[in-house]
Structure formats: C-alpha cells, structure tokens
C-alpha cells in the first residue's frame, strides 16, 4: 500500500507565515500536504476536530488570550493521541520545556528548511519526539542546572530567561523603548514579552507585575 502523505492544520496568527509555510512544503506535496488553516486558537479547535489531521503545526505565541502552548494542551487533552508540532521564532529552551509539558510531540524554530521540517513531521508522525538540535543539546544542559537548584529568576513561575530579564527591567521602572535598548531588541518584542509575563504572573498591568515580583521576592 503506497504511504499517503501527512495531513497537517497549520495555524500562526499571520496570514502571511501560513501562506510562507504552504508554498514551503507545496515542494513535498507526496509527503505532506496541508488540509486547513487558522489565524487563531479559536479558530483550530472546532477545524481540528472536524479535520482530523495527522499533524497540527502551530505558532507558539498566537494573538488573543489563548497562546499555542495553551492550544496545544487543549488538543491534546481533548485527544491524547493528537501530534502537535510548535514551530516558533524563540530558540528559548524554557518554551520547549512548556511545550512538552503542555504535550506538544515537537519544538522546531521557523528557521529551519522545507526538508528538515518535512523530516521532522514524518518523525513525530510515526511517534517520535522532534526537537529542534541545537535547542536539544541546550535543553540537556539546562535540565542539569535546573536539577542542581541553578535557574534564572522567575523560572518557577514559567518565565524564560528573556522573559525574566525584562522583568527586571520593569522592576526597575524602565520604558519598554528603554528595555529594548539594554536588551538591544525590538520595541515590539519587548512588547511580546510584556504581554507574556502579564499572562503567567496573572495581572494586568505594569505596576502589578512589579508588585508580584517583589511579593514573591523573584529578584532577591
């Protein structure tokens, strides 16, 4: 019987990403081939469920209140047996580490080619975990830090290593054009990872999430 190629649902909250990853793997059309699209969390649960695929490859941070970590474990919850790919921009070994917790069966960086992506997904498909290397080796690395009580501040509370420094830096009342600068970052990343930490230290705003991080003592 000749192998059928890979269903996938791709979901990123850019239009213009999806259209990028349609016309990557339309050169590997015997292998994969992509069954649906969606530009937010909302939009995949109700496609992936009426879909099917073999595979759903999703951004990790999607517009709106639900992230793709969050989708992903929604997925998964949903069905156990669900593959769930997060393709993402961050090479930050703490979303891999919440990827995996949230079930994703792969963490690969938006920087990888049509090839190895393909690879990968016929990887997790056939019930493997696909990481991307580098990140792999990374991640070893700091789960032996992590197992001797070494981390960055914040960790217990989900935040990656960037995420913690920019925390600081609204400890210490700087703007996000002034983090942006120290960090040698883009203002509307700094932006991202404002609305990032809002979201796991569970406030609203600025002067609450400082709050949080002295009450915890994060930074001591």
Same mark, same amino acid.
């Given at each position: 019987? !000749?192998?059928?190629? #890979?269903?996938?649902?791709?979901?990123?909250?850019?239009?213009?990403?999806?259209?990028?990853?349609?016309?990557? #793997? +339309?050169?590997? =059309?015997?292998?994969?081939?992509?069954?649906?699209?969606?530009?937010?969390?909302?939009? /995949?649960?109700? #496609?992936? *469920?009426?879909? @099917?695929?073999?595979?759903?490859?999703?951004? !990790?941070?999607? =517009?709106?209140?639900?992230?793709?970590?969050?989708?992903?474990?929604?997925?998964?919850?949903?069905?156990?047996?669900?593959?769930?790919?997060?393709?993402?921009?961050?090479?930050?070994?703490?979303?891999?580490?919440? +990827?995996?917790?949230?079930? /994703? /069966?792969?963490? #690969?960086?938006?920087?990888?080619?049509?090839?190895?992506?393909?690879?990968?997904?016929?990887?997790?498909?056939?019930?493997?975990?696909?990481? @991307?290397?580098?990140?792999?080796?990374? *991640?070893?690395?700091?789960? *032996? =830090?992590?197992? *001797?009580?070494?981390?960055?501040?914040?960790?217990?509370?989900?935040?990656?290593?960037?995420?913690?420094?920019?925390?600081?830096?609204?400890? %210490?009342?700087?703007?996000? =054009?002034?983090?942006?600068?120290?960090?040698?970052?883009?203002?509307?990343?700094?932006?991202?990872?404002?609305?990032?930490?809002?979201?796991?230290?569970? !406030?609203?705003?600025? %002067?609450?999430?400082?709050?949080? +991080?002295?009450?915890?003592?994060?930074?001591?």
């Amino acid at each position: 019987m !000749v192998n059928q190629p #890979l269903r996938l649902v791709l979901v990123d909250d850019h239009e213009m990403v999806i259209e990028g990853l349609k016309a990557l #793997l +339309a050169r590997f =059309r015997g292998r994969v081939r992509v069954v649906g699209q969606a530009v937010s969390a909302d939009a /995949a649960e109700p #496609l992936v *469920a009426a879909l @099917d695929p073999d595979i759903v490859v999703t951004d !990790v941070r999607l =517009r709106g209140s639900v992230s793709g970590l969050d989708l992903c474990r929604r997925l998964v919850e949903a069905n156990p047996d669900r593959r769930v790919v997060l393709l993402s921009a961050y090479d930050d070994e703490q979303y891999l580490f919440q +990827a995996l917790r949230a079930g /994703a /069966a792969g963490y #690969l960086l938006k920087s990888v080619d049509g090839e190895g992506l393909v690879r990968h997904l016929e990887l997790v498909a056939s019930g493997e975990t696909a990481l @991307d290397p580098t990140m792999a080796g990374r *991640a070893v690395a700091s789960a *032996a =830090r992590l197992q *001797a009580g070494e981390f960055w501040p914040g960790a217990r509370f989900s935040l990656t290593q960037r995420e913690s420094e920019v925390l600081k830096f609204l400890v %210490a009342g700087l703007s996000n =054009r002034a983090i942006a600068g120290k960090l040698v970052l883009g203002e509307e990343t700094v932006k991202s990872h404002v609305r990032a930490i809002f979201r796991k230290l569970e !406030v609203n705003d600025r %002067a609450s999430a400082v709050a949080v +991080a002295l009450r915890e003592g994060i930074f001591l």
